[in-house]
């Protein structure tokens, strides 16, 4: 019998290690965004707490990304965070990434919010020029405890589909 509480009580302090208290993470609208682009970064070969960036995301949130298909088509692509993860996961930690944000543009009415974020990614911190630029659109819902993120859409920019300046930082 004591073997057993012994057991049941390792077992429950394992437990309680493992769990990590994200809260500050999602507390504000800044802390949420912040929070989704820091997670995702990160040298070649660092792991990326793919735990954090799931509890970024409401059950059944979107991610939703643009493009063209083979046919030269402009379709979406819809996965849930877990297939994000599956899709871009390896690469990213493969490659390195580092996504920034560059300028945000915020609308909030209640306990909903839009977020259009202009980002551009590089693969180490110390590229001068990025891989990549383009704009995230960011639905959020606060549920009177957190933020959540409900959707994300984005598009990458191109030579036909260049950033406006509107959404870019004032040089």
Do not use: C
Not at 24 to 32: E, L
Not at 130 to 136: A, C, Q, V
Request: net charge positive; no cysteine; glycine share 6%.
């Amino acid at each position: 019998m004591k073997k057993t509480l012994f057991i049941l009580f390792l077992f429950s302090i394992g437990l309680n290690a493992q769990e990590v208290d994200y809260s500050q993470k999602v507390a504000t609208i800044d802390s949420t965004i912040a929070t989704l682009y820091s997670v995702i970064s990160g040298d070649k070969g660092k792991e990326r707490n793919w735990d954090l960036f799931q509890y970024l995301f409401k059950k059944d949130a979107k991610l939703i990304v643009t493009g063209k298909n083979e046919k030269k088509e402009t379709t979406l692509k819809y996965m849930s965070s877990e297939e994000y993860i599956e899709s871009s996961g390896r690469w990213i930690v493969e490659n390195g990434f580092y996504e920034l944000e560059l300028k945000r543009e915020t609308q909030t009415f209640g306990n909903i919010t839009h977020v259009l974020s202009t980002y551009e990614g590089f693969t180490t911190k110390k590229d001068k020029k990025s891989l990549l630029r383009g704009i995230n659109s960011i639905q959020l819902f606060n549920d009177g405890k957190r933020w959540w993120i409900v959707n994300l859409l984005w598009k990458q920019e191109s030579n036909t589909n260049p950033i406006p300046e509107a959404y870019l930082p004032k040089k």
